[in-house]
């Protein structure tokens, strides 16, 4: 059975998408009109920008969703999952693809949801480090040790066996950090993030998304997504709308969706949209399954 999986933020690269929309008439109008929604040409700063400009949260999000979605829409009929997911962010691009989301709004939520992660990120300054050859067990119980009410640190992306990232206030993650080296972590890793994503302090950024995600239409997708909060497979809209509400504060149970991707079925995963960071996370999580970009 045939799986898709999108990206999520840290993949993007200064040029993606240009070659899609120099080469293909559908890409070429799907990004003229994301330049119109968003009020903005995002095509030029992920065409011809700088890496910082496209490292800004704002824009980082719109410009890997656009690639991703787009990239599977102009598979035309070799789009044919029998489900999909997305990592954190790549969750959106995942429903619009499954046509659970109308293009327009997929894009018009990510632009939402990356101004108010922005917003929370200057509120609360945080940060997330990624933490390699620890058991996952472990790391939980370190970021309960460290954490206090006004001191957080959770786990908040379990990537695949081996690798975890925590997110939380910045003295939070130093001091998990060293506790984890301290209990065998190969590394424990500060990420150049702007903030604590897939935590508590995502809280302003969660309420106001909320309101948005509520008021969008989510139709039933063409097969089942399996959601970031609990790796399971949904297709009613008010479950996928509660999830992807809680997915903010919540963590990304990437390796459980995908082994659960793989005992209902799954052998073969495309990677749809830039970089080739979940092929790798699926071939630690499986050696029993294909994991390659769009071919």
């Not at 035309?76 to 999909?84: E, H, N, T």
């Not at 001091?175 to 302090?201: D, I, M, N, W, Y």
Request: negative net charge; charged residues 20%.
């Amino acid at each position: 059975m045939k799986a898709f999986v999108f990206p999520g933020q840290g993949a993007q690269f200064v040029g993606m998408g240009k070659d899609l929309y120099e080469n293909n008439s559908l890409a070429k109008e799907l990004f003229d009109k994301a330049n119109e929604v968003l009020g903005f040409n995002i095509t030029d700063i992920m065409f011809d920008g700088t890496a910082e400009e496209l490292k800004q949260t704002k824009v980082t999000q719109p410009a890997v969703f656009l690639h991703s979605v787009i990239s599977a829409l102009c598979m035309g009929d070799a789009f044919q999952p029998d489900m999909v997911a997305g990592h954190s962010l790549g969750e959106f691009s995942a429903l619009t693809a499954a046509g659970a989301l109308s293009f327009e709004d997929g894009l018009r939520l990510v632009h939402a949801r990356a101004l108010a992660m922005q917003k929370a990120c200057e509120k609360a300054p945080g940060t997330m480090a990624a933490v390699i050859a620890l058991p996952d067990e472990t790391i939980e119980e370190v970021c309960k040790e460290v954490s206090t009410d006004g001191n957080v640190v959770v786990p908040a992306n379990y990537n695949c066996p081996g690798q975890l990232v925590i997110s939380g206030n910045v003295d939070a993650i130093a001091t998990a950090c060293e506790k984890l080296k301290a209990a065998g972590a190969k590394r424990a890793l500060q990420l150049p993030v702007s903030g604590a994503f897939h935590s508590p302090l995502m809280q302003p950024a969660k309420d106001e998304l909320q309101a948005a995600i509520e008021a969008t239409d989510i139709k039933e997708p063409r097969c089942p997504i399996y959601q970031n909060v609990d790796a399971q497979p949904h297709t009613d809209p008010a479950e996928i709308k509660a999830n992807l509400i809680a997915q903010l504060t919540s963590s990304v149970r990437w390796t459980a969706s995908v082994q659960n991707m793989i005992a209902d079925g799954a052998d073969d995963f495309t990677e749809c949209g830039p970089g080739k960071a979940l092929q790798g996370m699926i071939a630690k999580i499986s050696k029993e399954v294909t994991a390659h970009g769009i071919q």
